[in-house]
């Protein structure tokens, strides 16, 4: 299993959220650059990234610090958060972005996704954000009447390869991943999964990862020091 350790952006700066709610964030690193340097010495070989701003103005608003990071750190780079349209799409993946994951975009423009995926192939991912089941969209400020694993079985016909899964009632708590869902969405889908939220220790990703999942992101556990980053890569691999 892969441990993507996340860097959450907002004005620019390294934060992280209770449940979503941007008035909630903590800046927890000032220097995203330095923050991923930290994370690549303790063996991370892949980053997970969202631009909050960019997700709420449905633009992208933090680019300058994600390409700095690319070009600063050099490990593969998947980024979330305001990226809306096809040109967006193609202008990030010629930057040196590796996975750019959909969201909004995917649930109101399913055409899109196709056209993307024709064109970039595995490099188009869909970010799955669920409340109460249902999928949320628009930096999770509106909830649409759409199930999680309906949407997901419809980006798999798609040809989405990958999809990250997150119950943001979970996300920024420290109180657990929801296993039920993971393991709800793990068995519909033949995508790989990626577990977000919640997660609090390294027997979390211990039970992600006897799940057979491919990839779990963690943030909140790595800066609050409940996780050691070198120790679940290592346990993990």
């Given at each position: ?9 907002k ?19 000032e ?30 608003q ?17 980024l ?26 995917a ?36 909830v ?25 009632s ?27 939220g ?40």
């Amino acid at each position: 299993m892969i441990i993507f350790p996340a860097i959450d952006l907002k004005d620019g700066k390294c934060v992280r959220l209770y449940q979503g709610k941007m008035s909630s964030s903590e800046v927890v690193g000032e220097d995203a650059v330095k923050t991923a340097l930290g994370f690549k010495n303790s063996g991370a070989e892949y980053l997970h990234m969202v631009d909050l701003d960019g997700a709420v103005k449905g633009s992208l608003q933090n680019i300058d610090v994600v390409l700095s990071v690319i070009k600063e750190v050099n490990i593969p780079v998947e980024l979330g958060g305001g990226i809306r349209d096809l040109e967006t799409i193609d202008t990030l993946i010629e930057k040196g972005i590796s996975r750019v994951i959909l969201g909004t975009a995917a649930l109101n423009n399913p055409e899109m996704v196709k056209e993307a995926v024709k064109k970039h192939g595995e490099k188009i991912a869909v970010g799955i954000d669920a409340k109460d089941g249902l999928v949320a969209v628009d930096g999770w400020l509106n909830v649409s009447k759409v199930n999680y694993i309906d949407f997901a079985k419809e980006m798999e016909k798609i040809g989405i390869k990958t999809i990250i899964f997150t119950d943001i009632s979970k996300d920024g708590t420290l109180q657990g991943p929801n296993l039920e869902q993971l393991s709800k969405i793990q068995n519909s889908v033949s995508c790989n999964i990626i577990a977000s939220g919640g997660i609090k220790d390294i027997n979390d990703l211990k039970a992600i990862n006897e799940m057979g999942i491919y990839g779990a992101i963690t943030g909140k556990a790595i800066y609050s020091g409940n996780i050691d980053l070198k120790e679940a890569i290592e346990l993990c691999k």
